[in-house]
């Protein structure tokens, strides 16, 4: 072989090219040169930079998938109905289509103080009469957990408390323990080692989201993943998540007002819409009705003073 190509070769192994590309935080779209407007879904100023992962990483990830699968004769796959949890609030099972899958991954997302958090919690009240629950948070220590917690009454044994950041060590954790459901919050702060992009960004959201998705399936155990919504475009949005997971929740409304709607924008089922009116009291959500017509625009009847909220 020519000695030169042979050198070029071993140095272009040594140091391979960092490139960088332009993503869309909101839908995911991808170029190699910057828009002030996404080509793919419209907004404005949602194109940030960030680094075109190298092969070596990407065989990494390709490594670390969890099981190999052999394939199945059709006979021999149960089609009875997908086992199901009961999340003790008769409002979000009908969300989620009856309740939460075993081995889905389920997105709940929304803007800020909104109560994403909340609405864990309180969830872990009920089903940990019953069910193992590991809470993993990247956001909040596990005293200001435990202090939401003591707010809201819940006081679950079955209720166990991760913080960290580490995506790869999160699955570990869930593979060694055993939960039998997962809540993880947020998907933003998690982090994917082998990557080089900053935590937030829309490689790293879609790696983690991806990794647990693998962790879901593999050991049949529920997922759910909060994810913000950000109008600045800094972090990757729902948007580009909707996709990879299961079903997906919006929690719309507005933190000032007392009432928030969680709306399914995708369930396990079918791609639906189906919607759930909560109404916030002192100590998280007290109330949860079946606003079949008062879904939309349950928050026009309310401003008008024609619906109460209580
Ligand atoms: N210590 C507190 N005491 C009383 N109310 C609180 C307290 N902390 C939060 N809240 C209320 O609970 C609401 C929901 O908070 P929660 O933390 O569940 O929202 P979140 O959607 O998880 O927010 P974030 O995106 O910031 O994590 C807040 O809007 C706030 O009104
Ligand atoms: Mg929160
Ligand atoms: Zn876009």
């Known amino acids: 072989m020519n000695k030169f190509l042979e050198t070029m070769g071993d140095s272009d192994k040594m140091a ?17 040169k910057w828009y002030g407007k996404c080509p793919g879904c419209g907004q404005w100023n949602t194109m940030n930079e960030e680094i075109k992962e190298s092969i070596s990483a990407k065989s990494s990830l390709i490594s670390a998938r969890p099981t190999l699968h052999r394939p199945m004769r059709i006979d021999e796959i149960s089609a009875e109905e997908e086992a199901r949890y009961h999340t ?59 202090l939401r917690a003591a707010r809201l009454g819940v ?39 082998d990557l080089n992009s900053s935590p937030g960004s829309v490689t790293q959201v879609r790696e983690c989201t991806n990794t647990l998705m693998r962790a879901a399936k593999a050991l049949e155990i529920p997922i759910l993943l909060v994810g913000h919504v950000n109008k600045d475009g800094a972090i990757a949005g729902p948007k580009v998540l909707e996709h990879i997971v299961d079903a997906v929740l919006y929690f719309e409304g507005d933190r000032q007002m007392t009432y928030r709607i969680l709306r399914a924008v995708k369930t396990v089922m079918a791609l639906q819409m189906r919607s759930v009116c909560l109404i916030w009291g002192t100590t998280g959500f007290t109330k949860w009705t079946t606003p079949h017509w008062l879904c939309w625009p349950a928050g026009l009847f309310m401003s008008l003073g024609l619906v109460s909220p209580v």
């Open 16 to 32: 391979p090219k960092v490139k960088s590309i332009y993503v869309c935080s909101e839908c995911g779209f991808e170029s190699a």
């Open 88 to 146: 003790g609030l008769t409002e979000l099972d009908r969300v989620l289509g009856g309740g939460i899958v075993k081995g889905s991954l389920i997105l709940i997302s929304g803007e800020p103080g909104i109560g994403k958090s909340t609405i864990l919690l309180q969830i872990c009240e009920f089903l940990g009469k019953s069910l193992r629950i590991l809470y993993v948070s990247g956001e909040e220590s596990g005293r200001q957990i435990k």
């Open 155 to 193: 006081h679950s044994e079955n209720l166990y408390i991760l913080t960290e950041t580490d995506v790869q060590n999160v699955v570990e954790q869930i593979r060694s323990d055993q939960p039998d459901l997962v809540m993880v919050d947020s998907i933003q702060t998690m982090n994917f080692t």
